[in-house]
């Protein structure tokens, strides 16, 4: 009986390497101070992409160091129906895997080409991304545009 639960940590050996890439060798060799980056969490849904990115510390983009912001910045104004959310999750254990459902307590959700944001708290989180997956644009306009000041 296979207890492997899709979305789960298969091997947590293998997966942790996978998170501890070396990419010093490119530093002063790319343009500028170009290294290369990663996203925490994509999820595809109907040719809509939701790109996550997890933070203890960080509620906003602009609060992110350089290569990150200009990475996720440059995600968020593209065209369509794809968002770029981030994360906030108060977990403070190094060998506890974050739980990117419940252990998130703030999300702020860039959308519209990046033009706009909405924060969330995590039940809302959870209610957008779901609903996201069905209809990205529905969820858009039926979760975070009410959201959306002004």
């Given at each position: 009986m296979n207890s492997f639960t899709a979305g789960g940590i298969r091997c ?130 039926s979760v975070l545009r009410p959201k959306v000041a002004g």
């Amino acid at each position: 009986m296979n207890s492997f639960t899709a979305g789960g940590i298969r091997c947590p050996e293998a997966y942790a390497q996978g998170k501890m890439l070396d990419h010093s060798w490119w530093s002063g060799k790319m343009r500028g101070k170009i290294t290369p980056s990663d996203i925490d969490m994509l999820v595809e849904s109907y040719g809509s992409a939701l790109f996550c990115e997890l933070s203890r510390d960080h509620e906003f983009l602009e609060d992110l160091a350089t290569g990150q912001r200009i990475l996720l910045q440059t995600l968020a104004r593209l065209n369509g129906t794809h968002c770029v959310a981030l994360l906030r999750h108060g977990l403070f254990s190094m060998s506890k895997p974050i739980d990117t459902a419940n252990d998130i307590i703030s999300a702020t959700i860039y959308f519209d080409a990046g033009t706009k944001k909405v924060g969330l708290d995590g039940e809302g989180w959870r209610e957008f991304a779901v609903a996201w997956t069905f209809n990205a644009k529905q969820a858009i306009d039926s979760v975070l545009r009410p959201k959306v000041a002004g």
